[in-house]
T-cell receptor, first 114, second 109 residues
Framework: GAGVSQTPSNKVTEKGKYVELRCDPI?????LYWYRQSLGQGPEFLIY????????DSGLPNDRFFAVRPEGSVSTLKIQRTERGDSAVYLC????????????FGQGTRLTVV | KNQVEQSPQSLIILEGKNCTLQ??????????LRWYKQDTGRGPVSLTI?????NTKSNGRYTATLDADTKQSSLHITASQLSDSASYIC????????FGAGTRLTVKP
């Protein structure tokens, strides 16, 4: 597709369950970012990939959160033992090379932990 | 403490009026500063991109300014329209993007 695609658009899960959120970046974009956005707040940085490697994962809140990008394209954000506080919109963005190149965002995945 | 602070948190103006949104940051160094518009339920969309050496950048009715010495940026919206109602987010970029909390703008008829 032409833009960044995130699936699912909505996910409701029970507390303690495992979830995976998927991001398909724009083709050819080497940089990929994950953010978490709570209601009324700006996006909070989670992790930044350059190619297949995590260039900066300092935003991951704890070891329940993990992200991969094995082939340098699609990325999956994985959350183990979900908690109600994990409920938020998870945004993915990609840019051609990172740094000063413009980033384009997906629509986000709204995660609700009940 | 957030490295990017925005003010005001929210703003209500009448259609046709102008407004200015503020952004103060401590991120250093940085390669560029961007303003994004985020409609409810959507991902952010870029409005302006400025490098640290630029002072001003316009995009239609949106004009962004940057003072790298004082680490301040502003977004000025002229002749506001109802469709301008959204959150406006200041983002400072080095290798990753650091977001402010945004200003929620409501334009009323």
């Amino acid at each position: 597709g032409a833009g960044v695609s995130q699936t699912p658009s909505n996910k409701v899960t029970e507390k303690g369950k495992y979830v995976e959120l998927r991001c398909d970046p724009i083709s050819g974009h080497t940089a990929l970012y994950w953010y978490r956005q709570s209601l009324g707040q700006g996006p909070e940085f989670l992790i930044y990939f350059q190619g297949t490697g995590a260039a900066d994962d300092s935003g991951l809140p704890n070891d329940r959160f993990f992200a991969v990008r094995p082939e340098g394209s699609v990325s999956t954000l994985k959350i183990q033992r979900t908690e109600r506080g994990d409920s938020a919109v998870y945004l993915c963005a990609s840019s051609l090379r990172g740094g000063h190149t413009e980033a384009f965002f997906g629509q986000g995945t709204r995660l609700t932990v009940v | 403490k957030n490295q990017v602070e925005q003010s005001p948190q929210s703003l209500i103006i009448l259609e046709g009026k102008n407004c200015t949104l503020q952004c103060n940051y401590t991120v250093s160094p940085f390669s560029n500063l961007r303003w994004y518009k985020q409609d409810t339920g959507r991902g952010p969309v870029s409005l302006t991109i400025m490098t640290f050496s630029e002072n001003t950048k316009s995009n239609g009715r949106y004009t962004a300014t940057l003072d790298a010495d004082t680490k301040q940026s502003s977004l000025h919206i002229t002749a506001s329209q109802l469709s301008d109602s959204a959150s406006y987010i200041c983002v400072v970029i080095n290798n990753d993007m650091r977001f402010g909390a945004g200003t929620r703008l409501t334009v009323k008829p």
